[in-house]
């Protein structure tokens, strides 16, 4: 017990020296309900070439296996005779709920009126985010029903876990969004959760969002939140809101999804369209299948939403895993990364936007294999090119849970991607030949003229990760990373302070809310 | 206490399930001094495309200003005046110890004779391996004073350290490089460690291996022991030894490490040439500058080697790092890793085989900082096409201290990174359209013949990385990665049966040990 008090104690004087609170004053915030959360900037821009693992050759297989699939198998859309409507008057096989396309009819639709490049509003303009060609957004994740922290033992999550995460999110330099079901907030009952998660994330913080996709009517609710807080003209014009669609892989779009997707395009919202592919159930056990059925599944529920409205905002996104042979668990190894970047290169060649998956880990507990896989994996989708990351900070458990500190941590590997991101600076002042010039073989350059002007900014620094000596770590009270990330989150908490919002917009979204609770049922459906 | 023995109990249960002894003896190997160590491969075959990072103009450019450094700085080559005959017999410009070159010099050397691959024999041929092209090869760490586990707290390595990672890697499939310097034996005198060290390399492995250069006298004794092991035929004709010649950046290469790197290339053996680059100390803090001075450093060592030796196997090295402006530290965040990414490119264009980086951390312990800087780190060593990939597993506090555990997890992810470099089958059955057929929409994949065909080597499996149920895992004893990895450790040590070596080549070898060890003083020195 003295050992474990000593650590409470030196990680509270962590907490005291890494204050952000300190810092944002000094950066010289307003006071209450106004003081910015650090900005680095609102999103990625990628200073680096596409990366081409397979070439040109295997690509077009790849598309023309998915064209075979789309024509000879087909997708099926349940439960929802207006979307079966929709593809016949658009020209495709219609057997029952199948539907079978011709070989290059829905990229034709796509690249006829899918935006390459879009921009979704985020209350604070500023903090707007391009999504599509070169630039990269970082998410938190998304839908964990439990919550962890070094504090208490894994139990389900909670309202007031998902805000603490929105607020997080809002602090973060390196989020640039504020995502959607950062976790499932359990106590809430089903039927409601929506209306409390989308506000959760307009009043926490003023970064962009997602809306709900659980159901038709639920996809409204968001709308009509953002509605209110956008304003209708500039809700019609623009896309404030994204849902994230899942397919039900394999080749299955269902009512509920497909009731959303329509919601939101209709609405000239996006939609990130994401098969979800488990190697072995929900599609083959091989990395080329998993590219060609994503791509068919993607451009499927893409078409729709072209179809539904041209123009409407949509991202192709892709999550896919191997399979552990010793447990029947999805994990996420090589072969997912390998998946995700070559996917990168049919986003691409399809002109729509790509979302990629982040800092997954199927370890229960941020130790080394969470550290190993999280970074991993988010270091290659960075490299797809993945316009829309999600999952970028928090979960383990494959994303059944999320973490206080593992959050942390994340954020602080994704500072060090968009660092990676930038490229090299190869303009002449770079190469110092004065330097050398002037300090020559032998001697250092600590003092020489090219160091001073650049030393304060020329390295990413990471808050989190230790670069002491030994003896200096030790003295430190010998903390590991995810005691300085527990440090770190709560100090955080405690010096966040929640961003303007007017007041009549902040009465008229609680007036919604208590209007849609009181006819709601408690139910759990 | 009860609960810390709790622990150790499941960390032995752990240790009887995962027990590689009883494997082996099952693969079939033959009794004591003969068991086959599991080999993947002897090597890695990179099945994906090299990465530009940089452009063809930019990488002129830093030829350019490496050409300019060389022409107008110059290197510096200290206490060797051999060295300084060779370079004004090739026609440098040599005023003291600094030594000038023209424009294109270097490069026209090393172009005209250092080969672009070669093969450094292992004892056992099979275990050969290829350097150079599209090969990759994994070594472990080289050159750290301290070692700690979860058994003990930080203390000085001894020669029983180093034999234990000479037999762990022997056992890697992943690790198919026997290395160097792995740790330190601090318990045996500085100038008799080198006689030890090459022993236990021979002795408890029989993997390539690389040889003493703290001198040209131990570099000599390397050099007779491999002549004993290979015969003196074999070793005139091949290169059976490759030295790790460190140059003293910025600009200098001392009596040393030149003594050495002739001893290595008259023979015909291979010399890493490796600057050594710690941003504001040894060069300025700029990637750009970096890349150029190393290229020129890097050049002058290899131009050396092949004026000496033309012929002479040769390798481009680096280790860069940024710099922690809050301690000064050195530390490797995203430039170094950009940094690697492009020195790959300027490699490949010199047409000689790269050396990379590998798993490093600035953690003291096996924490998530440890997972997250060693995975990034070794996996952009991996894309930039390093081929020679030292420090590929064990060290933390940037190459100061071995763990027993995180040598252990990083194997796990050199596994990983082998994988990574396969890259992606787009055969025809691949993309298992007749699966599609069999299963249809909705439906799932486990028990089709394309599934059946090939789950049990579909995915790569991981054997320290936890993928069970949560509910598993906490019956399992709720182990992080480096309990996991410290049962595996103790495990293979303890099943660990060394190759067979001929009695009379051993005897000849302790003999000249014996010999050498009564004529070296005890010092210090």
Redesign the interface.
């Known amino acids: 017990m003295a050992g474990l008090s000593a650590r409470v104690h030196r990680m509270n004087e962590f907490i005291e020296k890494a204050s952000p609170a300190k810092s944002v004053r000094r950066r010289g915030g307003r006071k209450r309900e106004a003081a910015p959360s650090p900005v680095a900037a609102p999103f990625v821009t990628r200073g680096?070439?596409f990366?081409?693992?397979?070439?040109d050759d295997?690509l077009e297989?790849?598309e023309n296996?998915a064209d075979?699939?789309l024509q000879?198998?087909?997708?099926?859309f349940?439960n929802d005779p207006e979307t079966l409507a929709i593809w016949r008057d658009a020209g495709a096989s219609v057997d029952g709920e199948?539907v079978r396309f011709d070989k290059g009819m829905l990229r034709a639709i796509i690249q006829k009126s899918a935006p390459r490049e879009f921009t979704q509003l985020a209350r604070n303009k500023k903090r707007s985010v391009p999504i599509g060609g070169n630039k990269t957004i970082f998410a938190p994740a998304y839908g964990p029903p439990f919550v962890r922290s070094l504090e208490f033992e894994?139990r389900y999550a909670t309202l007031e876990d998902f805000r603490n995460f929105v607020k997080l999110t809002y602090m973060s330099p390196w989020l640039h969004y504020s995502g959607g079901v950062v976790c499932e907030p359990v106590d809430v009952p089903v039927s409601k959760r929506h209306l409390d998660m989308t506000y959760a994330h307009i009043r926490n913080s003023d970064k962009a969002f997602m809306g709900a996709v659980t159901s038709a009517e639920r996809a409204r609710d968001s709308l009509d939140m953002a509605r209110i807080l956008f304003g209708p003209e500039t809700l019609e014009e623009n896309c404030c809101l994204m849902g994230l669609i899942n397919v039900?892989s394999?080749?299955?779009l269902d009512a509920t999804m497909l009731g959303a997707l329509k919601v939101y395009a209709r609405a000239g919202q996006g939609t990130i369209v994401s098969p979800f592919i488990i190697?072995?159930?929900?599609?083959?056990?091989?990395?080329?299948?998993h590219?060609?059925?994503a791509l068919a599944e993607g451009m499927a529920g893409i078409a729709l939403a072209q179809l539904v409205r041209p123009g409407a905002p949509v991202v192709l996104g892709i999550l896919s895993t191997?399979?552990?042979?010793?447990?029947g668990?999805?994990?996420r190894?090589?072969?997912p990364?390998?998946?995700l970047m070559?996917y990168g290169q049919l986003a691409r060649r399809l002109g729509v936007p790509l979302r990629g998956g982040g800092s997954f880990s199927?370890?229960?507990?941020?130790?080394?294999?969470?550290?190993?896989?999280?970074?991993?994996f988010i270091?290659?989708s960075v490299?797809s090119g993945a316009n829309v990351i999600i999952h970028a900070a928090g979960s383990h458990?494959n994303g059944?849970?999320m973490s206080y500190?593992?959050f942390m941590?994340d954020i602080?590997?994704l500072g060090?991607?968009a660092?990676?991101l930038?490229?090299?600076?190869?303009?002449r002042d770079?190469?110092?030949?004065d330097?050398?010039?002037e300090?020559?073989?032998?001697?250092?350059?600590?003092g020489?003229a090219?160091?001073l002007e650049?030393?304060?900014t020329?390295?990413?620094?990471?808050p989190?990760?230790?670069?002491?000596?030994?003896e200096?770590?030790r003295e430190d009270g010998?903390l590991?990373?995810?005691e300085r990330?527990h440090a770190q989150w709560k100090s955080q908490l405690a010096s966040y302070e929640r961003p303007a919002l007017d007041i009549a917009v902040d009465e008229e979204l609680q007036e919604f809310m208590a209007r849609r609770k009181a006819v709601l049922p408690d139910g759990v459906a």
């Open positions: 680096i070439p990366f081409s693992l397979l070439d295997a297989r790849v296996e075979t699939l000879e198998v087909g997708m099926e349940r199948r894994r039900n394999p080749l299955v190697a072995g159930a929900m599609g083959p056990v091989t990395i080329a299948s590219l060609s059925q191997a399979i552990d042979m010793r447990s668990a999805p994990s190894g090589a072969e990364m390998l998946t070559a199927a370890s229960k507990i941020p130790d080394t294999q969470a550290g190993i896989e999280a970074s991993s270091m290659m490299l458990e059944l849970c500190e593992k941590s602080d590997t060090q991607m660092r990676l930038e490229g090299i600076d190869v303009s770079e190469f110092a030949l330097a050398y010039r300090v020559g073989p032998g001697e250092h350059f600590l020489c090219h160091t650049r030393y304060q020329a390295f990413r620094e990471s989190l990760s230790d670069k002491s000596s030994y200096q770590w010998s590991s990373m995810s990330a």
